[in-house]
């Protein structure tokens, strides 16, 4: 039986088509975040190819399988983290397509970071994967990637939202417990009268 052939190389306009249902696979997993917040038009993905094809430190790989797209992942080569000065090639977005899985594309796409790293004086590999994605996450466990964050994201109006609402509820309950001590001292039954010449105690 013969072995198929698999390469990587640079995405290309021809190849927009196949990248914009890949990317509508990787955003249908990205659950609740996702919703409300459409994928990149054709349009849109033409631009990223134009801006990764003009940025040394940007890339925008496809892997073929017998020359058929298989798999796609979106390099970007960035300090480690705002406070660690290492540069890392991150890994966006690296997903094979259905029918190539366990054949060895996405090792290709992570030998092809990885060769993309060592040009670029990275001296680190990090990938930004969902964490509910569980055969994800055991792909690159198994390559030796070692959980560093979890990424979370929020919609800036609704965040605005929940905050203000937070700050309402904070200052409801003391007002609530205010006007419950009133009711008590209200409810609270009068002294009886003391017997003449008694004191009152405490």
Request: glycine content about 10%.
């Amino acid at each position: 039986m013969t072995r198929a052939v698999i390469s990587v190389r640079e995405a290309r306009p021809e190849d927009l088509p196949e990248l914009a249902e890949s990317w509508s696979r990787v955003h249908g997993v990205l659950g609740r975040w996702s919703r409300g917040l459409p994928g990149p038009s054709v349009a849109e993905l033409s631009g990223v190819l134009e801006r990764a094809a003009a940025n040394a430190d940007e890339r925008f790989v496809v892997a073929l399988v017998d020359g058929a797209p298989a798999g796609i992942a979106y390099l970007t080569c960035r300090p480690l983290s705002p406070l660690h000065a290492e540069r890392a090639a991150h890994v966006d977005y690296l997903h094979v397509r259905d029918g190539f899985r366990r054949s060895g594309v996405g090792r290709a796409l992570l030998a092809a970071a990885a060769g993309w790293a060592e040009e670029n004086g990275a001296g680190q590999v990090a990938v930004n994967v969902h964490p509910g994605l569980r055969d994800a996450n055991r792909f690159f466990a198994r390559w030796g990637f070692a959980p560093l964050s979890v990424r979370r994201a929020v919609p800036t109006p609704a965040l605005r939202r929940m905050l203000l609402g937070d700050g309402a509820a904070g200052r409801v309950p003391s007002r609530r417990r205010e006007a419950a001590r009133r009711v008590m001292q209200l409810r609270r039954p009068a002294p009886l009268p003391l017997p003449e010449g008694a004191e009152q105690a405490g």
